[in-house]
């Protein structure tokens, strides 16, 4: 069968024909010994060699078709590696069998399906239109399959050829990877956890696919794993590893993969794990670089407004005061992100406290642009009721502290000082009082002072039950302090790296660290990540 004389091919397949039509001779049984001959004639350089193999073909699929009984097993070997010829003809007609094999074949082609997966992912994507319909619908017809692994499917197997497609250059053969590996997680999912470890590096690695919908079903197998609360805890773990060591992967996808979770996995859930994995993050301006991008997530993403509402609750429920305490661990990391975090918490004594707190050497280009972003990020929706709460600056006096600081900080050529301006310069004069200005404590920021109507208030508008001696538990000059010694930390690295390029600070910034010892800051080591409607969605910018 495999002589190359076309002489010899006819003079074969002719035979073969004639046999087959002998009805005493059961030619299928002989059919899985020269089946790979005639496959091998459909790309003969003959026209009518290849006829004539492609006439005997079709005859003994139709007597498949028809035989109660079939070796498909033996034939599928050979039309799995039949599937991958580089002439189109062949693989057409391999794919042609290898669907009517997955609708005959039952039980006897199980120890077979990761075979015939591996030759049916890649004609999915076949450039031969023909190709990939046949390859689609054999695909679908076998998948609908449910084998269990208790006769021969085995679950191994398949993965492993779902984790091999992942890496093929044609987008439609990686999502048809990633379905298979997610309908064995909803089918078979502790025989799946098994080999989590042979797949768990190849689902994080394509979380960097260029597709979008790649990277979404990428993070729906991986939610689909993270049910269990330790599989939660690898997957975040490795996530953060990963926005680590490729930083165009946070830039690029982070917004993306972040909100997906959130979506899938519990947004409270989620952004708790990250900040306990950050607080302890010991590559401080990585630390710095993944708060302000999830501070930035937080302050746009519609997806986190069930946290943001929680959020603006801090100072009244356990559960607002719980997840502040939460998020404030890892946010002192960025002064911006804390300032944001206290806005969002309505905690505006602290957001003045933590303004005040800051020197000389934090008011650099990189902090300048944070802040920039903030101010403009302050215009949207989502700060609404900060915008409202300006109505009434004798009940949030402090809100008006915390902005004006900001106001002093900005250079007054910047867009963003004549943005905050304007907006502090819109609220009706009506609603000014003096003698409430005067009241306002000028030392100890964490002092009570008096609203109009006698009440005590524990914050900007808060009113305490108990007369103003509990602010819902949260110890906000522990907070200050937290906030500093993680300055200080990043302070202390600033000055080693900038030794390490031989660049010497200026004697006053010297003379500053010399007097203020006590009062440690940091120098944001990166620039914060933003979003533009003009870019794709879920992508960052640092």
């Known amino acids: 069968m495999n002589v190359l004389n076309p002489y010899v091919r006819q003079f074969l397949v002719g035979w073969i024909t004639v046999l087959d039509s002998v009805p005493d001779i059961d ?22 060699i290849r006829q004539q193999a492609d006439s005997a073909l079709s005859e003994f699929l139709q007597e498949i078709k028809n035989s109660p009984s079939v070796d498909y097993g033996r034939m599928a070997e050979i039309l799995v590696q039949r599937a991958g010829s580089p002439d189109e003809f062949t693989r057409l007609t391999a794919m042609t069998w290898i669907n009517e094999f997955v609708k005959l074949g039952g039980d006897q082609l199980v120890p077979y399906y990761a075979d015939i997966l591996g030759a049916i992912l890649p004609c999915i994507s076949d450039k031969e239109d023909k190709i990939r319909v046949v390859a689609r619908e054999t695909n679908e017809e ?121 979506v899938l996995l519990n947004a409270e859930r989620v952004y708790r794990e990250l900040s306990t994995i950050l607080e302890g993050e010991s590559d401080l301006d990585f630390a710095s670089i993944m708060v302000q991008a999830l501070n930035l997530i937080l302050l746009t993403s519609s997806e986190l407004s069930e946290i943001r509402d929680l959020l603006k609750q801090s100072l009244v429920t356990p559960a607002g005061k719980d997840l502040y305490d939460s998020l404030y661990a890892s946010w002192c990391h960025s002064p911006m992100a804390i300032i944001s975090l206290c806005f969002l918490a309505q905690t505006y004594q602290h957001a003045s406290a933590v303004i005040q707190s800051l020197v ?14 903030l101010i403009r990020l302050m215009e949207t929706p989502i700060f609404a009721y900060l915008r409202l709460q300006l109505l009434e600056p004798g009940r949030y006096i402090w809100l008006f502290k915390a902005l004006y600081g900001l106001l002093m900080l900005l250079p007054q050529q910047s867009a963003a000082f004549k943005i905050l301006k304007t907006r502090l310069k819109a609220v009706p004069s009506y609603s000014f009082n003096g003698e409430q200005l005067k009241r306002m404590p000028s030392g100890d920021p964490y002092q009570f002072h008096n609203v109009p109507d006698g009440f005590r208030t ?30 200080h930390k990043h302070r202390v690295l600033a000055k080693t790296q900038a030794k390490s390029r031989n660049i010497s600070p200026s004697s006053s910034k010297e003379a500053q660290r010399e007097e203020e010892p006590r009062r440690p800051q940091s120098v944001e080591r990166n620039v914060p990540p933003s979003r533009s409607s003009k870019r794709s969605p879920g992508k960052l910018q640092l």
């Open 27 to 48: 030619m299928l049984g002989f059919l899985p010994d020269f089946l790979d001959g005639l496959f091998n004639m459909l790309s003969d350089s003959s026209h009518e």
């Open 142 to 262: 076998l998948r609908a399959i449910k084998a269990d692994p208790t006769e021969a499917f085995d679950v191994g197997a398949i993965l492993s050829i779902a984790r091999r497609q992942l890496s093929n250059e044609w987008e439609a053969t990686r999502i048809e990877a990633l379905h298979w590996i997610s309908t064995l997680l909803s089918r078979h999912r502790s025989e799946v956890l098994i080999f989590l470890n042979d797949i768990f590096d190849t689902l994080l690695k394509a979380l960097s696919d260029s597709s979008d919908e790649v990277v979404l079903l990428v993070l729906d197998v991986h939610a689909c794993i993270a049910k269990d609360p330790l599989h939660f805890r690898q997957l975040v773990v490795f996530l953060v590893h990963n926005f680590q060591l490729d930083n165009s992967l946070l830039e690029k996808r982070g917004a993306l993969i972040i909100r997906r979770l959130c």
């Open 360 to 373: 000389e050497e934090d008011i650099n280009v990189k902090f300048l642009v944070q802040l920039d972003r």
């Open 458 to 487: 524990i914050e900007d508008g808060v009113v305490a039950e108990d007369g103003g001696s509990s602010r819902n538990k949260i110890n906000f000059a522990a907070r200050l302090q937290q906030f500093q010694q993680m300055q």
